[in-house]
């Protein structure tokens, strides 16, 4: 079965200063991979995703995700994170004829000004 | 509608009572999911219809929990004897197609609602 993970529960950085979330997941076919973001109080909103074609994907926000299949990572960055990036991430994954996505525990993203 | 709307948005109840939480997703979409978040915890995967039929609820964490939907559009979660373990917030998520569905289109992209945050004192 797929898994998820997100190795850093917490990560809190300075407004301006880079930020990366790391995402591993282990599935034995080629993935459908996501990141989401959840404010406080509201449902998921999708950031980026990955199907096929070109491992590095850009999503909303300044947010973009690299797929390396050597490594099963799919980490989130934003060269320069701003006060209202602070949110819960949460990765996905999915697969070919598979129905339903899985997600990692999340990251807590609190920024500093 | 515009996006999906999950009702109520909180809910407190008293252990033993049941409780339905209802989805309304997004107009078309033909799939439809459940999920449930609990403190620091990520997202359990509870049951997805595919048009009204569910064809695996292996998902539901006891027999307490069912789910249905009709005419291909809303859905309800219902828990019935509700436990203080029960407490989480349940999420409801659309899609045009199944996630897993082979497209480049992004019509397998999951759409959440902003969830029903379930109280079990």
């Known amino acids: 079965a797929q898994s998820v993970t997100q190795p850093d529960i917490h990560i809190t950085v300075s407004e301006g200063a880079s930020l990366e979330l790391r995402c591993n997941y282990s599935y034995g076919a080629t993935p459908y991979l996501f990141w989401y973001v959840q404010s406080p109080g509201q449902g998921l909103q999708l950031l980026l995703k990955y199907f096929s074609g070109d491992t590095l994907v850009q999503g909303i926000k300044g947010f973009e995700a690299e797929f390396k299949r050597s490594q099963s990572s799919f980490n989130l960055r934003k060269p320069s994170v701003h006060w209202s990036d602070a949110a819960e991430y949460f990765c996905a994954v999915g697969a070919i004829n598979d129905y339903k996505l899985s997600f990692g525990a999340g990251t807590t993203v609190t920024v500093r000004a | 509608g515009a996006g999906v709307s999950q009702s109520p948005s909180n809910k407190v109840t008293e252990k033993g009572k049941d409780v339905e939480l209802r989805c309304d997703p997004i107009?078309?979409?033909?799939?439809l999911y459940w999920y449930r978040q609990s403190l620091g915890q990520g997202l359990e995967f509870l049951i997805y219809f595919q048009g009204n039929s569910a064809p695996d609820k292996s998902g539901l964490p006891s027999d307490r929990f069912s789910a249905e939907r009709t005419g291909g559009s809303v859905s309800t979660l219902t828990i019935q004897r509700t436990q203080q373990e029960d407490s989480a917030v349940y999420l409801c998520a659309s899609s045009l197609v199944l996630a897993g569905a082979p497209t480049s289109s992004g019509a397998n992209v999951l759409t959440f609602g902003a969830g029903s945050r379930l109280t079990v004192l």
């Open positions: 107009s078309g979409h033909t799939a």
